[in-house]
């Protein structure tokens, strides 16, 4: 009996041998529901089977999923490169790519499918938009490219790439390398053809943007220029939806999807452009379960299945910058703001030589700005990027501070709640009517603002305000999300104050005046792109002032008013901080020109992580066939935190170093850093080495590469 390998979605780093009924047949692609421990898994057919065992002792696969395409020849080329890339088990990509269980069920929640592409609204575009769009439409349906669009926030960036879209849906031939794939030898041809499946799928389009919070007033825009809802996949899409959707997606039905990361694991049927909004923004890496970088695993999806890619930004990392410089991506251009709508003004507020009295964090200047923007019937808002109310509760009397029992990290007040939450972890205590150190009674100090601290002194000195506050911890609920951004939209709130929610792509016309209480807040710790996103988050804040008539200001509170990022932003200079940061990564030979992978360390017995690390540490070294060590030069990196010494050497390692939230959810951590010349093939070197450690069964060690976070 024939046997095939079947690659479940999970921890496995292989399939799994099963026997072919004599009534099926199958072929690579397949997907299948096969017999797994004590219940039954859905799986993909991987290719033949090992055949070790004798097929008497081996179950048969239950059920083929043929109403769904079976997965192409690209897309499991792209799950095998991803898991490569990321050190990932091979099942634990296909979980991505099959995240419902149940796909064959059929519910009530049905996905709009019938789009008129003939139709299809046309934007007023000014003629540097028409141009743009252009560029970006030009290369839909020719193979693989990459575009950065890079224009100033209220430029209409979005209305551009809108046109990109427009164009690829009305596509609608199979593109000729498909046509090429099925020439090929494993290519599934018969079932292909033989099910009820349409044979030249209308083409898809998938657009990834950074958050949950972005979505709504896209959503609206969206359907106000195509009349039709795409299909939304993020954490908040019901269970059914999700079925009804990647039903949709597989089957090629769904012509548009919209998506935080995960969208890009989906198996679409013909995939004809991707855009990535925000391209820059941090939540595109994963950093729980599988770990790897959504803007990147879209790059190199665009490589598989030929298809362009478009990233989208005002202020594009450093990466994305360094490859049009070195011409690996195109360039899109939108210098003006759309409507001659100015950029804001920025003004800086040093707070050395205007300090606030004590326990108040906003300066006269800023708090006379707030008040006016208001009494003029304008908008304003204020940036805090920390929840709840204080970030830190001491001890007056003998200085303890609260720590969470499970992390290395402070406890939170948050206004209301007579008790202190742990940010990480969740954990939360009551607050004591004494000092639990030195018993003292009424000796508890809050310090320091978080955003219900901000909104208490903004109370105090604008009563009359309509004040809103916006922080994930406030919105539990996507409704209320939804609320404020109408509230702002409508006028109905004066003065919004958030976290780096309302950072993002927000488009509120009557916003004059942002204020930001702690400029420096992101410019602390060993983060080797602090500085770069500091400026990346400050600038789109900056962006969202004055998007139509009236003239933005923007005020940045800070005690470091001579940094670059400060200086960058207040002469608008972008072109000389990017050049800069860039210079100081090549001095330092980091990233783009070295590649990083990190290796954290941890468990919960603190001697076996220790013991564990030391071990990993010894075992570093660099094969015999790779260049030998060049001496060490002294780190031009100054400042960053980061012990970085510059070797030329092909693959180094640094630390061993406790990792800066040493502990985490009870766990202690370690961190260790590898750092390689862009030509190693760094995946198999980190997994090599990894794998020599046997850890201990109450240690993980986790592979990140190309790190984003250094927490
Ligand atoms: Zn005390
Ligand atoms: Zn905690």
Known sequence: MKQLEVLLPGAFDHGFDYVVPETMTLAPGDIVSVPFGRGQSLGVVWGEGKAKIASEKIKPIKIHHSEFPPLSIAMREFIAWAAWYNCAPLGAVLKMVLPVADIAKTGRTTIETAIDTDHLHLAKLSDAQRKAASALEEPIGKGFSVTLLDGVTGSGKTEVYFDAVACALQRTEMKNWRNEELKKKDAPIPQFLNSSIPQFPPSQILVLLPEIALS????????????????????????????????????????????????????????????????????????????????????????????????????????????????KYKEVSLPARHNHAVLPEVEMLDMRSAPTERGKFISDKLRAALAQTIASNHQAMLFLNRRGYAPLVLCRHCGHRFECAECSSWLVAHKGKPRLECHHCGYTQPVPPACPSCGAADSLHACGPGVERVLEEVHEFLPQARVAVMASDQLSGYQELKDAITGMQEGNIDLLIGTQMIAKGHHFAGLAVVGVVDADLGLGGGDLRAAEKTYQLLHQLSGRAGRESVRGRVYLQSYLPEHPVMQALLSGDREAFLQAELQARENAHMPPFSRLAAVIIEGTKEDAVIRTTKLLAANFTVTPSQPPHTPSQPSPLKGEGLSVTRHLSPVTLLGPAPAPLYRLRGKYRYRLLVKAARSINLPDFVKGWVESVKAPSSVRVKVDIDPVGFL
């Open 216 to 327: 709504v007033q896209w959503l609206e825009r969206f359907e106000k220029r195509f009349g039709f809802a795409p299909v939304v996949w993020n954490s908040q899409v019901t269970p059914a939806q999700k079925r009804a959707g990647w039903q949709a997606i597989t089957k090629g039905d769904a012509r548009v999807v919209v998506g935080a990361r995960s969208a890009l694991f989906l198996p679409y049927r013909n995939l004809s452009l991707i855009v990535v909004d925000e391209e820059h923004d941090g939540s595109y890496k994963q950093e729980e379960g599988t770990i790897y970088h959504a803007r990147d695993m879209a790059v190199a999806r665009g490589r598989f299945e030929k298809l362009p890619v478009v990233l989208v930004s005002a202020t594009p990392s450093l990466e994305s910058y360094h490859n049009v410089k070195t011409g």
